[in-house]
């Protein structure tokens, strides 16, 4: 949802985030992946401009940032 969020592609995340392509499939699918890798693809998404919000009831979410003008 964050990288459709941001209009990026699997590929422009997988650079952002200095994983592989197929790493960032395996993430969005579910797929159990290492610490470090889950916490640079968190990284390049807030950098990015996405806002990770904590659980509210209907479970965590995420919004952009506002675009400074």
């Known amino acids: 949802m964050a990288r459709i ?3 990026l592609g699997v ?3 997988a650079v952002l985030a200095k994983v592989a392509p197929g ?3 395996r993430f969005e ?3 159990e992946l290492k610490e470090r890798t889950v916490e640079a693809l968190k ?3 807030t950098e990015a ?3 990770f919000i904590d659980q509210n009831g209907n479970g965590p979410g995420v919004r952009l940032r506002d675009r400074q003008p």
């Open 5 to 7: 969020a941001l209009g």
């Open 11 to 13: 590929r422009e995340l």
């Open 23 to 25: 790493t960032v499939s």
């Open 29 to 31: 699918a579910g797929e």
């Open 43 to 45: 990284t390049a998404l």
């Open 49 to 51: 401009g996405v806002i």
